[in-house]
């Protein structure tokens, strides 16, 4: 099977022309390539980490030299990790916040936002506004009484969370069962139904 | 402002490129890395960006870690039982860590100096055993020998299994890319050149800069922000900042 980043790296050098250093927008990439934007947005991000592109600003990325060189000896570019990985282990948003939460312990929202998004993400806030509920209700985060003061005049401050020392049951994120309304922990293999509908 | 982190500076390039030149030494060789900077310019930030796209174990050394603590911590960051018979509890360890290849991150490494660096040896002894990548992060004091000196000498390392990167102030092209990635304004160039300036390329001085210039510009309705608009603003904290 064709490794599709490899077809967005070529995308890339070709876009470019003859001036490889010029940056190329990620649309640009996905309509070249014959590919979804979002298959798009996380072949770059593999080839970000492989040090292949440079991500010049969100959307827009650039072949470095270790690409062309890459590319020049039709190297068999493999994707995946560079040893053994367990089983489930995501790049997902919310398998990044879960992992955040448990190296932050106490934390508002905008500042894990800091910390694990890069800029590509579509509604990454509402998304971890959404993840978030979901853990209180389940039992996971602790909401604490003062809030953290808003970035805007008008802001009515962030939540401050507290991750349930008791709750944190392993690196894997608890996930949020719409069809059954449970709980599911893939840490302790456990399920439960939660009371009210989420909005997860 | 917009919230995301801003890859693509020069020290958390110089990072990675230390990590994948780390991770593609030869088979069957564990990677130290030694991080320091001066407080402020980003170093843990950018670490942590790192170690969660990897799915790191990420501990904070505290003053009263023992050996036997610290491989507690470990244990519970891994999801590991902590109760019951300790030479299961290692082999756990040492085989999560394998499996996953999961990288470990040793924030505030200092306090590990004492009981002459026992807690380093286990992490050692966990690392060679499962071939993974250790980042330990320091905090670089002028007046003290230099931690990555310290570690080098003291765990018997040679260069093919340490690699040293130091985070330095932010340049002022990182500030020109910062800005042009967070803030929901431009900045003219004046006015960046002074926060830089006034900064030292502190991060933590720069961004609370950004965001007064942010706030002025959004107040007022300006696209661009420059250095005349914020006459007689305080855009840094006036301290002594540290040359270079």
Known sequence: MAWIAGDILRAAAELAGTSPAVGVELASLAEHAGLERKQASESCAVLVDLGFLDRLQPGRFQVTPAGLVALAEGSPMKSGPKGPVPKGRSRGLRQLAWRAMRMEKKFTLPELQGLICDGDEKDAYSNLQQYASFLVRAGYLIVLPKKAQGGAPTSNGHNRYLLDAAMDTGPLAPVYRKKSGEAYDPNTQKAWKLEQEARA | ?244
């Open chain 2, 1 to 244: 402002m917009k919230l995301h982190f801003v890859k693509n500076t020069s020290n958390n390039k110089r990072f990675r490129a230390g990590v994948i030149e780390v991770q593609s030494r030869g088979a069957g060789e564990a990677g130290w890395i030694v991080e320091t900077g001066i407080p402020g310019v980003g170093k843990t930030a950018l670490t942590k960006n790192w170690a969660l796209e990897q799915g790191a174990v990420w501990l904070t050394a505290k003053e009263n870690w023992t050996v036997n603590y610290f491989i507690q911590d470990l244990a519970e960051a891994l999801g590991v039982p902590t109760k019951g018979d300790v030479k299961k509890r290692d082999a756990l360890i040492v085989g999560q860590l394998a499996r996953g290849q999961i990288p470990i991150v040793i924030d505030e490494v200092e306090r590990c100096f004492k009981r002459d660096f026992a807690i380093l040896r286990q992490l050692r002894t966990f690392s060679d055993a499962a071939e993974i990548i250790v980042v330990l992060c320091g905090m670089e004091d002028e007046r003290k020998q230099h931690i990555q000196t310290q570690i080098a000498n003291a765990m018997e390392f040679g260069s093919r299994v340490f690699k040293a990167i130091t985070i330095n102030p932010a340049t002022l092209e990182d500030l020109r890319i910062i800005a042009g990635e967070i803030l929901e304004v431009k900045l003219a160039d004046d006015l960046t050149e002074e926060i830089y300036r006034q900064s030292g390329g502190i991060l933590r001085q720069a961004k609370n800069a950004f965001s007064i210039a942010e706030r002025f510009g959004l107040r007022h309705q300006r696209d661009t922000v420059a250095l005349a608009d914020m006459e007689n603003v305080q855009l840094c904290q006036s301290f002594k900042v540290k040359g270079r």
